[in-house]
């Protein structure tokens, strides 16, 4: 028996006000054993530490692709001087 499960997006708002959006599975729960209150909490708790990690990584790679271009302009300027 295999459950189906379809990948949805849903926007929630967190407790400091701004909207996070996340990937959750919609999961057919009749063959599926249910979920403690404690172990729910500890899951979306791990989803939000991914959403920052991610946020962290995307703002991480901007900078550096900034930088890459910053310093070819410089190398690029560098070597019209002579």
Known sequence: NSASADLINSDRPSTGGNRHTRSTYDIDKSNQPALTPQITTTLDHI???????????????????????KLQELNQEEHNRK
């Not at 990584?57 to 550096?64: A, D, N, Q, W």
């Open 47 to 69: 989803v939000q530490q991914l959403d920052i990690l991610t946020k962290t990584v995307s703002i991480l790679e901007t900078r550096l692709t900034m930088t890459e271009s």
